[in-house]
């Protein structure tokens, strides 16, 4: 029998769990990138390692199977959150160690395919669990939890982000400049939480034993990865879907660890010099505001008006603020505040254009029909951000700073181009 008692109170698991869920994707996508900044590497070598990361998301496809029919997702859950820490334990020990970029690098990956597991066994607990409940046809209750979850991952990239990036550079100015070992410390501090969660979350994780075990073998699972891509492939406008899943994001994927990079490389490099505990005031607040008031704005108008409505708009909202990235690389101002400004503005017109591709993601792979569909977009999705990511680093420190957020702007040219062609979507 299910333990209903603890679904019917997921206040108990829910926020704790978004908030590993969160944590854990700082680590790989953000931390990971100001840490290898900081220990030396160059702009090209960074976004080629760290694109690298992005491969548990994008072979979704291939391990989501066996996630679904073995065992259950409290067993995936604390399996991932000990494994979590383990990995993240493990990057803190070996950041001081002779061959600390190969130990990092697998590490790294670990912890990304184990966040990977996480995030997808924790959406099928809260679906499940809202199954259970009987609160799916509860619009409050449902916005409620919605809620929860927002800040709750909002709240793990205020604290590592910021608070921990701010502590990293304080422990550098308090041991004189002693990077590896304030890294260091903050990854060790890191793998304290997720592993606290792990102990949390071993009492209090609804156990969902009715999840009936299956046989699943490699074979079956990529004859069912064949069925679903011919499926999904035989869609009304798949040419279009595919180009809309692959191409939206194009600026962003090209611009999201290069103007991390930009915010911390020097002046003399054309950068804007930003310390770590300026990146982590910066980034941990200010830019977390913008993103959270743009998901938000987005999300109410969208529900309100419908997508065809809003979709020009949301593209603009997700492509000119990057020209802020322009003016900032030609005038690196020392003001914080407009440094911070700029920000706001960029993150809350991704916040808003993200939604609509989500609210489109999730329309054209209906996955409350065929759920391998939704499975499938999600990867597309991760691949459509890894190659860019992998070539941003190169292509900027091939021509700088200042050219790199031309052609980033230039490429928002792609981003209509494939809204113009999500229009038919809508008829």
């Not at 156990?207 to 069925?227: A, H, Y």
């Not at 997508?307 to 003016?327: E, F, I, N, Q, S």
């Not at 070539?391 to 957020?405: A, E, K, P, R, V």
Request: one cysteine or more; hydrophobic letters at 50%.
């Amino acid at each position: 029998m299910i333990r209903r008692e603890r679904y019917a109170n997921p206040l108990m698991w829910l926020p704790s769990s978004y908030f590993t869920k969160g944590m854990a994707q700082v680590v790989v996508m953000t931390l990971s990138v100001i840490l290898y900044k900081q220990l030396g590497l160059d702009n090209a070598e960074i976004t080629f390692y760290v694109a690298w990361l992005y491969v548990p998301w994008v072979i979704k496809p291939l391990w989501k199977p066996f996630v679904d029919r073995l065992y259950n997702c409290r067993y995936w859950l604390l399996l991932t959150e000990i494994l979590l820490g383990a990995g993240i334990g493990g990057i803190a020990f070996t950041i001081p160690a002779v061959r600390w970029l190969q130990g990092s690098l697998f590490l790294f990956w670990l912890v990304a395919f184990s966040s990977a597991v996480h995030n997808e066994a924790l959406g099928t607990l809260y679906r499940r669990a809202a199954t259970e409940g009987g609160y799916r046809d509860n619009e409050a209750v449902m916005q409620r939890r919605q809620f929860i979850r927002t800040i709750s991952e909002k709240l793990a990239k205020v604290v590592g982000q910021g608070v921990l990036v701010m502590l990293a550079g304080n422990m550098q100015v308090l041991y004189r400049n002693s990077i590896r070992y304030s890294w260091s410390l903050v990854f060790y501090i890191v793998a304290g939480l997720l592993l606290a969660s792990f102990l949390y979350h071993a009492y209090v994780l609804p156990n969902d034993k009715n999840t009936l075990r299956q046989r699943v073998g490699l074979r079956q699972v990529w004859d069912e990865c064949l069925i679903s891509w011919n499926s999904f492939a035989s869609k009304p406008f798949a040419v279009t879907i595919l180009l809309f899943l692959t191409l939206y994001r194009l600026p962003e994927a090209l611009l999201g660890k290069v103007s991390l990079l930009f915010l911390l490389d020097s002046i003399h490099n054309g950068g804007l010099g930003l310390s770590p505990q300026e990146y982590g005031l910066v980034m941990g607040t200010v830019a977390i505001i913008g993103l959270a008031i743009g998901n938000v704005f987005a999300t109410k108008v969208l529900h309100r008006d419908g997508l065809r409505h809003w979709m020009w708009w949301m593209a603009c909202a997700m492509t000119l603020p990057d020209v802020g990235y322009v003016v900032l690389s030609y005038t690196q101002p020392e003001n914080l505040a407009v440094i911070s400004f700029w920000l706001f503005v960029e993150q809350l017109g991704y916040g808003i254009g993200f939604a609509f591709y989500i609210s489109l993601l999730n329309k054209v792979s209906q996955p409350s029909v065929n759920d391998s569909h939704r499975t499938l977009a999600k990867a597309i999705m991760a691949f459509s951000m890894m190659i860019p990511v992998m070539l941003s680093g190169i292509l900027q420190s091939l021509i700088g700073y200042h050219l790199f957020f031309i052609v980033v702007l230039m490429s928002c040219v792609v981003t209509f181009t494939v809204t113009a062609l999500s229009g038919k979507l809508f008829r």
